[in-house]
Structures are given as C-alpha cells and as structure tokens.
C-alpha cells in the first residue's frame, strides 16, 4: 500500500501554490516517505504498522500544505494578486491590442488610399477594415475571457474575481466599440467608438463565460464522484 | 520525537539546514535525520516541513540542488552555494547573539530574582 496525495496536491493547488513547486514537492515526499518506509520495517516486522509510522513520521497533509502555502515565493499571481491578475491585466490586454489593431487598420487605409490618391478604394479594404473591428470587439474579448477562465480553473481560484474579469472584458468589448468610415474621394476616413446595447452585450457574456462555467460544473461533479 | 513549539522555531530549521549543509552535500532524507541525531531529537521538524525550507533557500541562490542517480533511484541533492555561506554566518551571529542574551535573563542578569 503507498498513501495517496491526491489530497495534498488538490489544497496546495486551492492554497493558491503553482503547480510547479507542488508537483516538486510532491515528489520529494513521495522518496522521503519511502525512505521512511524503508526505515521503519527495518525496526519492525508488521508492513502495515510501518507504513503507518512512516506517515505520521512525514506530518499530516494538513501541516505539510501549511508549510508550502505560508510562503508566498510559491504562490501564483492569481492568489497573491486577483484583482490585478483577472480584472486589471485582461482589460488592459484588451485596450491595448483594440488600440493596435485600429491603429494597424488605419495606417493600412493610409497606406493605400495615399498609393492611390483620389482613386476609389479596393473592396478588400473595407472588408479587411470590418473585420479588423469586429476581431477587437466582439473575437478579443471572448479569447481573452476564455483564456482567463483556463488560468483561473488551473489556479483553482475561487471564482469571485475570474467571474467579475469575464463581466468586465465583455463589457469593456462592448462598450469601447470602434467603427472605422473608410475615406473617399472627398470625405476623410474617421474612427468612432459607440457602444453596442444590451443584447449584443448579453450574447458575448454567455459566449465569453460558457466555458469557464463549463470547467466549473464538471470539477465539481468530479470532486463529488472522487470524494 | 520531540514536539516543537512554531514561535521559538522562527528561522531555526533554515539556520540548522544552512549548518548541515556547509561542507558536504545532503539530500532531504538525510537533512531531517542529521537534525535529530545532532540535536538529540530536541529540535524536530515533522519531516516533510523540511521542503520548503529547502526550496525557499534554493530559491533564494543560497543554496543549490542537483539530481543523482542512487543505488536505482533518483535523488535530489542540496549543497550550500556562497551566498548560503554569507547568510550562514549571518544568522549564527544572530542567533548568538539572541540565545546569550536570553541567556543572561535567565540566569537573573543584574536584576532581582523571582519572588
């Protein structure tokens, strides 16, 4: 018989520690409490009994995840700091890549309405243009919220704050809208931003929060079968 | 094994593991049963706890760690690196300093004794 871990691993995990130092430590458990093991059937004979000094020789799994999770070396960001790591980074990815993106379809407009002067602009333009702002609007914040729900199901962070992160990509998404009007012969080009309404709003919440709600449920329900 | 009381430890583990290191190179195992052995079994950590000491330090620079095979199996070994030295001497002389001065208190230093 080798005792399992499983439990220890799951409240480091939840103690916010990275999977990194825990699967480490893990590890070095594991060879210390077989060193242990080793030990103790050396001095007695039954297996059982020595397996059982062993254990209690290597500390509960209770003061074992103390000891990992009081250092904050080993923790994530996304424990030590929740509201920068799911509000504060993902809305400021999401300003910065809309803001480079429009600035990328802008000089691209200036680059070939300047090629060609007066002319009409290509067809491929506008569509690239179009594209380009539904991709910042409507695609970045679903990505991003995707992307934030996959760390906070990794990190196991209690879901107040990736929940509330999810909420605020959309809206910011939603809210700061850009609209490119390509220029003409005889009107220049303009970008505006204009909010969308609520139901464009409620559609990519529950196309942004699905997958992490998804993840949640099913941890959940495996939890329950393993105890 | 004797139990061991967290707010005299502060620091004690990670100044006893830094001793233990100087000079040779221990894995983890072999650390915690050199604690008991040279301490008596005064001082005892439970003995997983002494991981994360050992990965606080190293995470630190002062103190390295390389894995080996041993007799079939792979095992981490932990050696003191010149930063752990300076940080060794560091806390002995603190730790010095402290216990003398406990010390003195305890013996009755120049006030009254007890009544």
Redesign the interface.
Known sequence: MQASFDPLWRRLLHGGVRRR?AR??LA??R??L???IAEERRAMTDPREAETRALS????FD??AD??IE?R??QTWAHKAPFATYLIAPALALAVTTALTVVGVVMTVKQVHGAGQAAALPAWLSEFAAGMMFFSHAILPVLLAWTLGVVAYRSRSAPLWPALGIVALVALGETVHPTLTLPTATTHGEVSISPDGIAGFAVLLAVAALPYAALLVWRSARERQTG | MATSNPSFMNGVPELLVLRLLWGREMYGYEIVQAIREETGDVVSLGEGVVYPVLHALERSGAITSERRPVGGRSRIYYALSPKGAARLTELTELWSKITGAVQQVLVGGGRAGLV
């Open positions: 130092p480490r430590y070095e458990l060879d210390h077989d060193d242990l020789r290597l500390g509960s003061m074992l000891a990992m250092r070396e080993f």
